[in-house]
């Protein structure tokens, strides 16, 4: 069955150091992608998208990339600070255009 | 002031019990959803609404009931709960237009069924 999954649940990295978060999807029928943030008590938060025509996208300090041969997404976060603790999810489309399949999120702990 | 609320934030319930926990939301959008997110299963839909008129079951609808009061509303009943229904719920709003699968989410409301 369609299935969106993060290959570590728990990534630890140094202050200042930059982070890369992983994700796994199943459905080829797939054409967005979203990665969210959740902080610890809150909802999840957007953090920056792609669609399947694309290999990358950078944001603010964000960078996803999309390899669609091997089926794979990752969140990369530079120079990554306190502030960036929290649980990272993907998820993608499926065959919809309104409803997201999640993965089951990595946490990020920061060491100082 | 938040863009989707959640009411209650917290609650304890006894099991056989109805419960309601209510979604408000200032967007303006047509899409409302409810998740639940239970540890290691990330979030799985319960029900999704395109409007008022339109309700629709998602992946984990059994035991759950919603109702589309009006665009900005949308609540989740549980009829009759019971413990494996303890977990943090969210409500989720999704517009029509630009990202059309970005959704906002409200702050959550952690359900505990004894």
């Known amino acids: 069955g369609e299935s969106v999954g993060l290959h570590l649940p728990t990534l630890s990295v140094q202050e200042g150091d930059n982070s890369i978060i992983n994700c796994a999807y199943s459905?080829?029928?797939?054409?967005?992608f979203i990665w969210y943030k959740q902080e610890s008590g809150k909802g999840p938060q957007f953090i920056i998208d792609?669609?399947?025509n694309m290999d990358k996208r950078q944001g603010q300090r964000v960078t996803v990339l999309l390899n669609k041969t091997v089926k794979h997404l990752s969140l990369q976060i530079a120079a990554t600070q306190p502030g960036d603790s929290a649980v990272y999810f993907c998820a993608e489309n499926g065959d919809s255009n309104y409803q997201l399949i999640w993965g089951a999120g990595t946490k990020l702990i920061i060491k100082p | 002031d938040a863009d989707v609320t959640q009411t209650p934030r917290n609650r304890i319930t006894k099991t056989g019990k109805r419960i309601m926990l209510e979604c408000s939301q200032t967007k303006g959008h047509d899409r409302m959803y409810w998740y639940r997110q239970d540890p290691g299963l990330g979030l799985r839909l319960i029900y999704y609404?395109?409007?008022?008129?339109?309700?629709n079951k998602g992946e984990i609808s059994d035991g759950y009931s919603v109702s589309r009061q009006a665009q900005a509303k949308f609540s989740l009943s549980l009829e009759s709960a019971i413990p494996n229904q303890t977990a943090l719920y969210f409500c989720?709003?999704?517009?029509?237009?630009?990202?059309?699968?970005?959704?906002?989410f409200g702050p959550g409301t952690r359900l505990t069924v004894l």
């Open positions: 459905n080829s029928a797939s054409d967005y």
């Open positions: 609404s395109f409007d008022v008129k339109d309700i």
């Open positions: 989720a709003t999704s517009g029509t237009s630009g990202r059309y699968n970005e959704q906002f």
């Open positions: 792609i669609r399947s």
